[in-house]
């Protein structure tokens, strides 16, 4: 999704009675003290029905079947969404389809619902600004990942695994990574050094040569930020080899965990930190 696409498409909009745009942010988040016991729900059920009793007072039948018509769309939504919800769910919609942007989101927001002329995108920008199309790029010794996210949410993952053999750096799409073999025994022990001494003696010459397949990805993906993340010693000489400067460096091993709890550690870490 092209969200700097969607927000200039939504901005644009602007709707004349009967027609109305209908726009929702309904925290979802299940750590959230408010969403304890599923709470969201009562939210969702009181924003929907405080338009129905006002369009029932105000009289408008023309209007009033316009928001049965969105309502309807909006339940049905939530709930074939209900057992995969994250944070936070975001609807744009219309009557008459032209507008529809539904997504749920790894980022809470405050519940808020309206029924106006144009969408509310306050929040949606808000959030953008928080965080925008990012890359995050993990090391670990012959293996880089990838992660393409926004607003909380993994889009991609990539994984480039150099081939010894050959000095090619491999890439596989998604979040399967290859274990090397390295025997058993002694065996094992002997050609893992040997394996870290030759990798240790021509890292800088293999993370230049996985440089610019790195950039074309964050041109590709238009990341406004890049994340380093791994041994301080092997982001420094990616780091040095590509063209985009990073926005933060961490130095843990994390290519082995999963993407959303590498997000956690490296983006969203750093939200709470400033939120303190």
Known sequence: MDLNKEIKKLESVYLEKPQRVFTMYLNTDPASQDN???EWKIHLKNGLNNFETYLQEDGDSDEKRNYWAVKEKVEKFMQDNEPDLKKSVVIFASSDETIWFAEKFQMPVESKF????QPQLDQLKE????????GVI???KNEIKTIDAQLGNVND????????????????????????????GGAKTSKQEEYESRFEANRQRWYKSVAPKLDKLAKENDWQRLYFVGDKSE???LQAAMNKEPYKVVNKNLLDHEEMKVIDQVVNQEDDDQDK
Do not use: K
């Open 235 to 237: 982001v420094a000489d």
């Open 127 to 134: 959030m953008q600004e928080r965080f925008p199309r990012s």
């Open 157 to 184: 993952t990539n994984l480039f695994e150099l081939d010894l053999d050959t000095e090619d750096w491999r890439m596989h799409q998604g979040p399967h990574r290859a274990q090397p073999s390295m025997g058993s």
């Open 114 to 117: 309206y029924w106006e002329e």
């Open 138 to 140: 993990l090391t670990q």
């Open 36 to 38: 304890q016991g599923g």
